[in-house]
Each structure stands twice: as C-alpha cells, then as structure tokens.
C-alpha cells in the first residue's frame, strides 16, 4: 500500500491550498480515508474523515466550515480543500486510510492502518 500526499506549500493567511492523496495497492473504494496533521511540538491530530462512497464526512471543531474533504474513488484520490488558512493550521498533513467506519474511534491515529509520508503546509501571519 502506498499513499503519496501532494500540494502543500507556503501561503499567506486567508488564502487557499489543495492537498492531494493518491492511494495504490489498496481498494480505495472500500475503505475510510482521513487527514491528520502534526505541528512542531505536538502530536498528531486528526482533522477530518470520509466515508468509501464519499456520502459521509466528519471534521475536528477548528476547521468545521474552512476544510473539505472530498474523495474520487475512479482516481484512487483523496483531497483536502483548505480555505480561510491561519497560521495555527501550520503542521505536516498526512492522509491515512481505514477499514472502520466508527466514531469516535475513526478521529484516532490507531484506528489507521496505513498512512503517507507527509506534506508541508506554511501559514504565514
């Protein structure tokens, strides 16, 4: 299994940035995906989740409105639309993948079973 997420980069605050996350040698179809992230310092936190179909989505309180997730199921893709960026949103994003579907167990790292190296978002004030 490998995840590859892509599109981070340095933005100024209120602005925009698209993650990406192109999945293999999995299902993708049949399996949770989700976005965690890690600041300097701290550990890592989720920030949102989908459903295998898509219909279903579930975001941490602090980025309810700003983020979206999305998935393209046909493309093996998972997304990360961020908007209204803050310099507290800086951290390494990662994407995971899951077989579970459960809350609140699927906002927990353990409940991913394989995960991306990693892509830099810079929010500058």
């Known amino acids: 299994v490998q995840l590859v997420e892509s599109g981070g980069g340095l933005v100024q605050a209120g602005g925009s940035l698209r993650l990406s996350c192109a999945a293999s040698?999995?299902?993708?179809?049949?399996?949770?995906m989700g976005w965690f992230r890690q600041a300097p310092g701290k550990e890592r936190e989720f920030v949102g989740t989908?459903?295998?179909?898509?219909?279903?989505?579930y975001y941490t309180d602090s980025v309810k409105g700003r983020f979206t997730i999305s998935r393209d199921n046909a493309k093996n893709t998972l997304y990360l639309q961020m908007n209204s960026l803050e310099p507290e949103d800086t951290a390494v994003y990662y994407c995971?993948?899951?077989?579970?579907?459960?809350?609140?167990?699927?906002?927990?790292?353990?409940?991913?079973?394989?995960w991306g190296q990693g892509t830099q978002v810079t929010v500058s004030s």
């Open positions: 995971a993948s899951s077989p579970r579907w459960k809350f609140p167990a699927i906002t927990i790292t353990q409940s991913y079973d394989y």
């Open positions: 989908i459903a295998w179909l898509g219909g279903s989505t």
């Open positions: 040698g999995l299902t993708f179809s049949a399996v949770t």
